[in-house]
């Protein structure tokens, strides 16, 4: 899953950068599925970039989530 987020007319502080990237992660990874165990691979991996008014990127993260494990007994 890719999310790119623009609409910044100057460069946020560091701080603030990984405030929202965290936040964006969390929201994302709250809807993968990461199975339990080391065979079954994420549903999908978040890649989240924050981009500048001319296109280029100066904050991303990339991984599979961050969240609750939840039962299932299919996994």
């Known amino acids: 899953m890719q999310v790119r987020v623009e609409g910044f007319d100057t460069v946020p502080d560091e701080a603030t950068s990984r405030k929202v990237v965290t936040a964006l992660f969390e929201l994302v990874g ?3 599925i990461i199975a339990l165990n080391v065979l079954t691979p994420p549903l999908s991996t978040q ?3 924050l981009v500048d008014p001319f296109g280029q990127p100066f904050a991303a993260m990339i ?3 961050v969240g609750e494990p939840e039962t ?3 996994l």
Do not use: E
């Open 30 to 32: 709250d809807h993968n």
């Open 47 to 49: 890649y989240i970039a």
């Open 63 to 65: 991984g599979t989530g």
């Open 72 to 74: 299932d007994t299919q």
